[in-house]
């Protein structure tokens, strides 16, 4: 039979193995090199996604990477929710995977639970667009520096993304238009 030191020893195993396991990325997935945190940081519009339950429902979706003294980001993600008519905001903070110059990152909203954020896609002369996955091709984001992209260059990500195994037949253009509530 078990003892109380025992199992207490396996849950910690489990929820250790689970945190670690939401920072991962998808295999098919090599997050960029030679990355520029200083040129990343700043503010990013969400163009399109793959849609999921905190993020449902929010237009007006920005995502705002500060610089911190540790070497690591503060992320602020932002949203409006039409059906509540109300701005939703959270802060956390994102922590290098590999290194300052590699754009894998491990971001914590709530603690002890972390998510993986791997750019995989990125704009390397000017830091104009990014495509991020989180830990599994569930997640993905297709970033730019302003509200809209052209059509082309949006064709152009998806199909990189179809390429890396992710479902983009399923992605949601976030608007970015007025406000408004309904």
């Known amino acids: 039979m078990a003892t109380v030191r025992q199992f207490s020893i396996l849950v910690c195993i489990i929820v250790c193995a689970v945190i670690a396991g939401c920072t991962a990325k998808p295999y098919t997935v090599e997050p960029v090199t030679d990355f520029d945190v200083s040129r990343y940081a700043g503010v990013w519009y969400e163009i399109m996604r793959l849609d999921h339950r905190f993020e449902r429902n929010l237009t007006n979706v920005t ?13 602020t993600n932002r949203g409006f929710n039409k059906k509540s008519c109300k701005w939703k905001t959270v802060t956390g903070k994102a922590a290098f995977q ?6 894998s990152l491990s971001v914590r909203f709530f603690w002890p ?4 954020y791997h750019v995989f896609e990125l ?7 990014a495509v991020i996955s989180g830990s599994n091709r569930r997640y993905l984001w297709i ?6 992209m052209p059509k082309a260059l949006q064709q152009h990500l998806i199909r990189k993304a179809r390429a890396d195994g992710f479902a983009t037949d399923k992605l949601v253009m976030v608007d970015q238009g007025p406000v408004t509530c309904g």
Request: no cysteine.
């Open 123 to 129: 704009d390397r002369e000017n830091y104009n667009w």
């Open 113 to 116: 639970f972390a998510a993986g």
């Open 98 to 103: 590999q290194g300052p110059d590699v754009g």
């Open 143 to 148: 970033l730019g520096r302003e509200p809209s």
């Open 63 to 75: 995502a705002t990477y500060e610089l911190l003294a540790d070497g690591g980001l503060q992320v």
